[in-house]
């Protein structure tokens, strides 16, 4: 453990501990964990505050691809693109409205928000934009191994998914199955992503400091992840708190 | 304006006009407005939130003379680098202990901090490091019109650093002249960096682009400013709320 109770890794390990290691991260520093997200799955969220969470994580589904994008813009290895444009393709889709940021927008405007105001990024928190633009640019200049690295989240990403869905459902009277078809497809995109990714980095991180990378590119993304909630939290949670220039729920929305 | 309250500038603008909408910005969006600002200068804070103020402040500075760096590798106009170099050894000193950086470290110190814990960064929350990392790349990847514009909020800083010296003098028993020596420094030094900035922006914004640039500059950097405090009272003012592998108070200091 370092003073920032990251876990250190001191001797080469085998690939099932390194699974194991990052298993344990995403266990501590998973979003799933964060007070925002038990607001949402207990049903306490107001449809303003829902719309802000929507609109938030628009911004960082827009992104997405750009992100894969930049990884495969680094790489010689046509096995790793062919297997990673997937990701762009999933997110992107073969034609409008077939891929995942508009299965996003869906949601948006499922609950009530233009989806012409969700994509012009007007109204989005400064610290959402931060934290997802670091994203972006850790992948697009950091180590390869640590660009594949940080969407080890995905690893986590299943079990919250199942978790929000049935819970969205049950506590939301306005929310239908429909609204969240862009959870339906991660379900079964998501492991196929983090499957491949977590092999990739089991079989490139043959180093105590290649192993190290794997694992601080994981506290990172954890970080830029919990960040956006935490923002979230601070804005529509907190009254009196959103800051200048971005979006404000309606009065009969909140 | 447009849908998020930023003001649009329709026709060109003469100097003294450009002027007076950058301050109408700063009255609007600097964060003399934030609510941490008034909780700090009030006297309302314990010590660890101040500690945890100055720790992630630190941080900002730290990476003040690589944004100036960064601009300085842009130009080829050996005038505006001699100007502004200025800024750089304002910030690290001729010399051990001279500079604003180190002035800053007698802050972190004279409230408790140990330097080594300060430089190490390893407290700093992610929020504080994904919106000043925006900002150096925002300096590195912008126009030059746009990187100098987005030094302005120092038109603003002199009197909110007078307010704060004053009321921190006045309300926290712990806190001295000496360990504020950073600010006295900054009175003299940022009205000679604004001056110029504001008139290099005056002299070369002359389109309605430009001077749209120049303005969202400046809305892009307040909002560096506003979402680190954001960060800061979400964290350390609401009790539960510290992010994973932060600076944790001592209890005796809260």
């Known amino acids: 453990m370092s003073s920032n109770g990251r876990i250190r890794i001191s001797g080469l390990l085998s690939p ?17 964990r964060h007070p925002f997200h038990k607001l ?22 827009s992104r997405i691809p750009m992100k894969d994008a930049a990884l495969m813009s680094r790489t010689s290895d046509p096995d790793l693109r062919r297997e990673w444009i997937r990701r762009i393709l999933d997110h992107d889709g073969s034609g409008p409205d077939t ?15 233009d989806a012409a105001y969700v994509m012009s990024e007007t109204g989005i928190l400064p610290a959402t934009k931060f934290a997802v633009d670091a994203y972006v640019r850790y992948v697009r200049d950091q180590s390869l191994l640590q660009a594949v690295a940080s969407s080890l989240t995905e690893l986590f ?5 199942q978790e929000r869905v049935a819970a969205m459902l049950a506590n939301y009277a306005y929310v239908d199955r429909k609204i969240l078809s ?73």
Chains 1, 2 share one sequence.
């Open 99 to 113: 891929g995942g940021i508009e299965r996003w927008l869906r949601l948006t405007s499922g609950l009530g928000l």
């Open 16 to 32: 099932a501990e390194l699974e194991q290691t990052l298993r344990r991260i995403g266990a501590d520093r998973y979003h799933s």
């Open 182 to 254: 862009y959870f339906d497809a991660r379900l079964t995109q998501a492991p196929q992503d983090s499957n491949f990714a977590l092999d990739y980095c089991q079989r490139h991180a043959r180093s105590v400091d290649g192993q190290q990378d794997v694992v601080d590119a994981l506290y990172f993304k954890t970080d830029v992840l919990w960040a956006q909630l935490d923002a979230l939290y601070y804005a529509y949670v907190e009254p009196g708190h959103i800051p200048p220039g971005v979006f404000i729920p309606q009065t009969d929305n909140i």
């Open 157 to 161: 990403s299943p079990s919250l998914i």
């Open 40 to 61: 949402l799955h207990a049903g306490k969220l107001n449809k303003g505050q829902l719309q802000a969470w929507a609109l938030n994580r628009f911004y960082y589904q």
